[in-house]
């Protein structure tokens, strides 16, 4: 594969051409990344605003109707509902792992097992989501593990 | 569906601990018979347990105290169940001993479902884990 890097002119705006003889799936995601990266999620933290790209979210959380975006250090509320946020980012690393847990699954460092066929996901930043026994054959979809 | 396949893996699981817990009854009584009645009788305990597991068994919730809290209800009303179905079959007496038997029991086919359920978890870690390595890597 080329990939080829021009200037554009000054009067015209930055643009992205793929030239493919099929739109395969590695493509689809590819182009899928490119678009996410450009759309922010508006989180909110003591009165401040801040635009969160989904990339360095780690998980989100519904407590109380209230959805939170867990980022490395800092934790923000986020207008959007989690099944909003699901359909909205379905084809990114963003995976609902329980009722109410979004995790982006390039941030988890490992799986551990637990009583009651769950899973423990931990963060690349320490912390640890639990995966329901329910959201586990949907999580191996997207990784794309044979099921057996 | 879903529930349909999370009751058959249950039914599996509680049906063959179920037969171990017999098996290990007959043998410290000497018995040697392994009545018929139980192919059905023991189904039959299976697919009411598996019932009452999907409806009171933990998973969603992640903090220890109310986790621990729904297995202690889970075990309870498991043993409620089985004493029930014990006496109806014949198996046990509805006595001290027949009690401390079902109770026991239940103990044992407990513990087995859930190191059954447990190992089937470690396998979901590793796939997941290796899945997650070889999307790191590219």
Redesign the interface.
Same mark, same amino acid.
């Given at each position: 594969m080329r990939i080829i890097i021009e200037n554009p002119s000054d009067d015209s705006e930055d643009e992205i051409i793929i030239r493919c003889r099929e739109l395969d799936d590695e493509l689809l995601a590819l182009i899928y990344k490119l678009k996410q990266g450009r759309n922010h999620i508006t989180g909110y933290s003591n009165k401040t605003m801040k635009q969160l790209s989904p990339r360095d979210i780690y998980y989100f959380e519904s407590v109380d109707n209230k959805v939170f975006a867990y980022c490395e250090n800092e934790v923000f509320e986020v207008r959007e509902k989690l099944y909003e946020i699901e359909n909205n980012y379905s084809g990114s690393d963003l995976q609902r792992i329980?009722? %109410?847990v979004i995790v982006n699954? %390039?941030l988890?460092e490992?799986? %551990?097992?637990? $009583? &009651?066929?769950?899973?423990e996901a931990t963060m690349k930043n320490g912390e640890k989501?639990?995966i %329901?026994?329910?959201y586990?054959p949907e $999580?191996?979809k997207k $990784? &794309?593990?044979a099921e057996r | 569906m879903?529930k349909f396949t999370e009751i058959i893996k249950y039914f599996t699981s509680i049906t063959t601990g179920i037969v171990l817990v017999f098996i290990v009854i007959i043998l410290i009584q000497g018995d040697k018979s392994f009545p018929t009645k139980f192919l059905f009788e023991i189904p039959c305990a299976s697919l009411a347990t598996s019932l009452l597991t999907i409806l009171l068994?933990?998973? +969603?919730t #992640?903090q220890p105290k109310p986790?621990f809290l729904r297995?202690t209800l889970h075990y309870i009303a498991l043993c409620v169940l089985m004493t029930v179905l014990g006496v109806s079959f014949g198996w046990v007496k509805l006595d001290a001993s027949g009690i401390l038997t079902m109770i026991l029991s239940t103990a044992g086919v407990y513990v087995f479902t859930?190191a059954v @359920?447990?190992f @089937? #978890?470690?396998r979901?870690?590793e +796939?997941?884990?290796s899945?997650?390595n070889r999307?790191?890597k590219k």
């Open positions: 329980s009722k %109410s699954i %390039s988890i490992k799986i %551990s097992p637990m $009583l &009651g066929s769950r899973l989501v639990i %329901s026994r329910q586990v $999580l191996k $990784l &794309g593990i | 879903k068994a933990p998973d +969603e #992640s986790f297995v859930y @359920s447990y @089937s #978890s470690m979901d870690a +796939e997941i884990n899945a997650l999307k790191n």
